[in-house]
């Protein structure tokens, strides 16, 4: 089996979400259990591919396995066989946070770094994995280059971020394992959008950035109009949480080669039918009719081609 690493990048607020809430957002988005990190499900990406795909049947089936048929007996229904492709989850990477200075920075953290890590390690097409990630002090915050557009240095006590209402002081020198991740990311992005990851890229405390992902999302109210009326109808009034625009979150895809008798592929080309080419447009999760989920799928091996040419 060979695996791949990929990137999802929102180009719109993204809403994936699990249904009615009892807390305060009616329609909060899908978090893991076990730590609340924001992710996109396997399952939803793995569907809106196959749409995507859908004109080639016959490849389309060998990749993502054969469709019960419209007609056929309610219920599941067994196949012939199954699909090369198996979807992971996309976890949140970098969350783009409002900044006082350079509009927004793309905020990660050690623990958001260190998974992707993980996924990273031994796949093809994104290169050697970046180097580990050090614990990092509360309330602090390192930057790749000093340079950065989101960094103020004429502050007492050196320079400063400044993150929605957080005061982060920056370490006072170059973050060169920061640096690395940045290189190792832009990669999968186009080239004129590279220096934008470089310059924006902040890394905080796993505790500040738990605080973000609950505290930073959009949140929007919305409202239910009466077709008789014209007006809002009685008790349809909800907020919906979503992922902000730029958001950065990863996966990793894997294939087998195809079981499809009428389709022979190899596992890398059921990932390359996958993936596309460079910066795949995809429509996930709901309120696809108001502009949400517009977003683009990257990969390094696509990244790389692009940029060798």
Known sequence: ??????????????????????????????RMRSTGIPIIPGSSLKGVLRDASASDTVRTDAVFGPRRAKNGPEGDEPSEYAGA?????????????????????????????TLARRDWGGRKGGGEAPPPVPALKKHRARVASLKSCVCLHEQAGGARVYLEDLDLEVDAEDDAVLGAWAEALQRALPGDERELLARRLVLVDDETMSFLWETAMQ????????????????????????????????????????????????????LDAALGGQGTMLQLGGKATVGRGWCRLLSWTAGDTEARR
């Open 85 to 113: 492709l198996v979807v992971g989850d996309a976890r949140l990477l970098a969350l783009p946070v409002r900044s006082f200075v350079g509009t927004f920075a793309l905020v990660t953290s050690p623990l958001l770094l």
């Open 219 to 270: 949140v929007d109210t919305r409202v239910s109009i009466d077709p008789d009326t014209g007006t809002a109808a009685k008790g349809q009034l909800w907020t919906e949480e979503s992922l902000p625009a730029e958001t950065l979150l990863m996966g990793v895809m894997a294939a087998s080669p195809s079981w499809s008798p009428k389709q022979a592929m190899a596992a890398s080309a059921v």
């Open 1 to 30: 089996m060979e695996s791949r690493a990929y990137l999802l990048q929102a180009l719109s607020p993204l809403h994936v979400g699990t249904g009615q809430s009892v807390g305060v957002i009616d329609l909060p988005l899908m």
